[in-house]
């Protein structure tokens, strides 16, 4: 996760009730974890009366900012007591596993709502792959049909997640991003830096209408948006990778001139066949420390489209046999 010291100050300044709902799927026991820390918790799967130990460990849980475990039930909820505050941040510090609510409702309400959105309805088309022509419907998203309930489908929403949320919420319109907010003044999440790392602070507008009963619905415009950003965050993450290991290269480059190579890196990458992410960020590293004209080498694309393996097999023994580059690479990795 990115710096904590802003997403620190945001929080401290919070004067409603506040609350953080943490992944469990990220800790190999966060049940134990916040029972060591003194945190007062619930799981958010806790009704499942036959849940087995497994998924109670990955269940999200509500987490009282307010108290330590054994705090009376009963207390009014308040703003977050700084150390219980500290601890919790600790707690979870280099893991995108912590999404905070600000709720003047209260925990209990927070809690009932909290529970309604772990599951979300998705379009079954989700699987397809909308780049084939043939799968993908031609008509502007305003004029298809909305989804009927049987073209939907229940699956986990993970809330907890701050990389989940930053990609979900830009996409939601008013009545789905009212649906999400509930009952909540505001959710504040800190994502990765490959999707920006900045503090967000999702609020309701004082005249906001009541949210929408029902499942939170997601439908393929949403999808789509929501691709479009990993792909950038895909572009984010190379350039990161770039500059990490090839840092005489790329210093002398803007952000946007490094953009612009990986962009074209990625296509000339996907043109070869190749897959893995791996690949696609040795293939940009190649092509800055050898120059772009390396790739255009018909040997090179030949061997590596046609040679014995996959394009992948193909392009690692490639790599492997250019020692300088592999030298080079090791030394600044």
Not at 2 to 9: F, G, I, P, Q, Y
Not at 86 to 101: Q, S, Y
Not at 133 to 160: C, G
């Amino acid at each position: 996760m990115a710096d904590l010291l802003k997403l620190r100050e945001v929080l401290r300044r919070v004067q409603n009730p506040l609350f953080a709902v943490v992944d469990g799927a990220q800790f190999p026991d966060l049940p134990s974890a916040l029972f060591d820390e003194d945190l007062y918790h619930r799981s958010l799967y806790r009704d499942a009366a036959n849940a087995g130990q497994d998924q109670e460990r990955a269940a999200p849980q509500l987490v009282w900012l307010d108290r330590e475990r054994g705090a009376a039930s009963d207390k009014p909820d308040g703003p977050a007591d700084q150390a219980v505050l500290e601890r919790l941040i600790d707690l979870v510090n280099g893991k995108h596993a912590c999404v905070f609510w600000e709720c003047d409702g209260g925990g209990e309400r927070l809690y009932r709502h909290l529970r309604t959105i772990n599951m979300a309805l998705f379009p079954t088309e989700a699987d397809v792959d909308p780049g084939k022509s043939y799968e993908a419907d031609p008509r502007p998203p305003a004029e298809r049909p909305a989804p009927k309930p049987s073209q939907l489908r229940r699956v986990i929403l993970r809330h907890a997640d701050a990389n989940v949320m930053a990609q979900l919420i830009p996409s939601l319109n008013q009545a789905q991003y009212l649906r999400l907010l509930g009952p909540a003044n505001a959710i504040i999440f800190q994502p990765d830096e490959e999707w920006g790392a900045n503090v967000t602070r999702a609020s309701r507008k004082d005249n906001s209408p009541p949210p929408p009963r029902g499942l939170l619905t997601v439908d393929m415009s949403n999808i789509e948006e929501i691709e479009n950003r990993r792909r950038e965050a895909v572009i984010r993450k190379r350039m990161i990778y770039l500059r990490k290991v090839a840092p005489d290269y790329t210093v002398a480059m803007s952000d946007d001139e490094l953009c612009d190579l990986v962009r074209r890196q990625e296509a000339e990458a996907n043109e070869l066949g190749l897959k893995r992410e791996y690949s696609h960020k040795l293939w940009a590293f190649m092509m800055v420390i050898g120059g772009e004209k390396a790739g255009q080498a018909p040997e090179v694309r030949a061997f590596i489209k046609s040679g014995p393996g996959s394009p992948d097999q193909n392009f690692d023994v490639l790599f492997n046999k250019t020692k300088s580059v592999v030298r080079i690479h090791r030394n600044a990795a």
